[in-house]
């Protein structure tokens, strides 16, 4: 097969030529050629390693990438679920809202209640006469 520059592997990969190196040639998984003092991928290596690259007619690879339609089809069946899951969270806001109403004016009552009692209170209670102590004080 052809031989590809390291750099156009990176690319072709999608990954940084730093990444390809530490990740794939460093550690073995891609194995290099060397001509001339510089450095060549085997293109079966690249197709090896990453199977979504392919060769085209002129020997070149490309990414391969999926049919339009099953991804608009992917696309529209995600937007549809994620338009799901923004309902039922709205739903889930407004119940909240309600159930936050509800508690607020469950305090008032409990504060005007509790306000009367104390207003009562007051009022049943009179100043009582002070007790003389040996009728001096």
Request: proline share 2%.
């Amino acid at each position: 097969m052809n031989k590809i520059s390291i750099t156009q592997a990176a690319k072709l990969a999608g990954i940084s030529r730093q990444h390809f190196y530490k990740g794939y040639i460093n550690t073995g998984k891609i194995s290099i050629s060397k001509d001339s003092d510089k450095s060549y991928v085997d293109s079966s290596e690249l197709l090896r390693v990453f199977p979504e690259c392919k060769v085209d007619d002129n020997n070149n690879l490309q990414k391969q990438t999926m049919d339009d339609a099953n991804k608009d089809a992917q696309d529209n069946e995600l937007v549809n679920m994620l338009k799901e899951q923004l309902k039922k969270a709205e739903s889930q806001i407004a119940q909240a809202q309600e159930r936050e109403e509800w508690l607020k004016q469950q305090i008032d009552e409990l504060r005007r209640q509790q306000s009367n009692l104390l207003e009562n209170k007051n009022s049943e209670e009179e100043p009582k006469p002070r007790k003389k102590f040996l009728g001096i004080f």
